[in-house]
């Protein structure tokens, strides 16, 4: 069985940063990071599950969403299975409960399109103004 868990949230004050990690881990140690693209999404109270990032399954090419670009960035340590969201210049309308999103042989297009099937249980980033 597939976990996902993230860590690293916390309140931050506007302009602060902070990072998050995501360790994945197997029960049946068939699933590695490295075999897959990863990514981070986002939702805050009342609001629709928006994509933060993705990196593909080397950690060479990343992507982001529109409100992070610039500011956010994703990374991956395939040898501890784990996966990065280093988050600068933060802002009030960051606040939100932030997931980990995987699964076998995803690409960075099946992350944008949150079809892959793993998710960790979240995070919550608050950013005080």
């Known amino acids: 069985q597939v976990r996902l868990v993230e860590s690293g949230g916390g309140l931050v004050q506007t302009g602060g940063s902070t990072r998050l990690s995501c360790v994945a881990s197997d029960s049946g140690r068939a699933f590695s990071i490295s075999s897959t693209a990863m990514g981070w999404f986002r939702q805050a109270t009342g609001k629709k599950l928006e994509f933060v990032a993705a990196i593909d399954w080397s950690g060479a090419d990343t992507y982001y969403g529109n409100s992070v670009r610039g500011r956010f960035t994703v990374s991956k340590d395939n040898a501890k299975n784990t996966v990065y969201l280093q988050m600068n210049s933060l802002k009030p309308e960051d606040t939100a409960v932030y997931y980990c999103?995987?699964?076998?042989?995803?690409?960075?297009?099946?992350?944008?399109?949150?079809?892959?099937?793993?998710w960790g249980q979240g995070t919550q980033v608050t950013v005080s103004s």
């Open positions: 999103n995987a699964g076998e042989g995803g690409t960075m297009n099946d992350v944008a399109l949150a079809i892959l099937p793993y």
